[in-house]
């Protein structure tokens, strides 16, 4: 099945009508939505600007023309509806984006809509009280779903042929793209800080507050006993600046056996070099496969995982 099959399962639900979508444009103020959401558009002529949201902008660069009720990023290129924005800076599809909106009674319903917008807040993807398994677990569950949502994420799937629900399901690949600290509680919050805190010791955040794999596939890795110990990503662009890092990992060692599971009862296994090497013959069958972490990177885990589970030989 193709990822654009995949994409289509959700298209059985009621089509949502035209007259809402052009209502929720019209009716709801970007400008107002921006302010609900904590950010700070300065007016400038008949236009407010901000720094965008969605790439990291020292000086206002995002646009919102409240005569059309549009903005536009000259920085990243970035623009659309107040349906867009929603979709951008809440990491939502289409749909929910609508939903949200919709079910915004005073920003849809009322005559004076467009001088009050708010959007209800979505829970946050994480849990400020759980341990740091959980938590990391919470953090690729997100990636995940974020994953199924981005079109850019999918497309880059497709373009290295692993275009396949069953591989994206089976490893929980996911996607980062800035979004999950807009889900959380703000920062000046005692709850905020703390989360934030606990992610930038996972190695989630770097100390400057940005996530640290932003831009990247996901790949989770586990320990043979099933742990998320390591997160790897790997960007999506080939037009990043020089000097940008196409592979990441959280901080530390490298850990975790790719496929652990699919090793057990193998005499013959098959060793790549890279993740996604091992992905790719995954997909297409061959299941009984693992990686290291680069040229360098077979680590003595990897050894006594293939020692424990009796393995003959390696490919």
């Known amino acids: 099945m193709t990822i654009d099959r995949f994409l289509e399962n959700g298209g059985f639900m009621a089509r949502i009508a035209d007259e809402v979508i052009e209502r929720i444009k019209t009716e709801v103020s970007l400008v107002r939505l921006a302010e609900s959401q904590g950010y700070a558009p300065q007016k400038q002529g008949k236009d407010f600007v901000l720094c965008c949201p969605f790439h990291a902008d020292k000086t206002p660069s995002c646009v919102i023309t409240p005569k059309s009720n549009l903005f536009n990023c000259f920085g990243c290129g970035v623009g659309g509806s107040v349906i867009d924005w929603v979709m951008k800076t809440q990491a939502v599809s289409f749909r929910h984006a609508v939903e949200l909106l919709k079910n915004d009674i005073a920003a849809v319903t009322s005559p004076l809509a467009a001088k009050k917008a708010t959007v209800p807040k979505l829970a946050a993807p994480v849990s400020v009280s759980a341990d740091d398994q959980t938590l990391l677990r919470e953090v690729v569950n997100y990636y995940h779903e974020t994953l199924l949502q981005a079109p850019e994420a999918l497309a880059y799937l497709d373009s290295r042929g692993?275009?396949?629900?069953e591989l994206i399901?089976?490893?929980k690949l996911g996607y980062a793209n800035r979004t999950l600290g807009l889900r959380l509680p703000q920062k000046n919050r005692k709850a905020g800080a703390e989360v934030r805190s606990r992610l930038q010791a996972l190695g989630v955040y770097r100390e400057s507050?940005?996530?640290?794999?932003?831009?990247s596939l996901v790949v989770p890795l586990l320990s043979q006993a099933g742990d998320v110990v390591q997160l790897y990503g790997r960007k999506i662009l080939d037009n990043l600046r020089e000097g940008t890092a196409y592979h990441l990992y959280l901080a530390g060692d490298h850990a975790g056996v790719f496929n652990c599971a699919g090793l057990v009862g193998c005499d013959e296994?098959?060793?790549?070099?890279a993740l996604l090497d091992a992905l790719t013959f995954w997909r297409w069958g061959f299941k009984n496969v693992t990686s290291s972490y680069g040229v360098n990177g077979f680590t003595d885990e990897i050894l006594q995982a293939f020692i424990a589970l009796k393995v003959k030989r390696v490919l």
């Open 162 to 165: 692993l275009n396949d629900p």
């Open 169 to 171: 399901n089976h490893f």
């Open 209 to 215: 507050g940005h996530e640290h794999l932003n831009g």
């Open 269 to 273: 296994i098959i060793l790549c070099e």
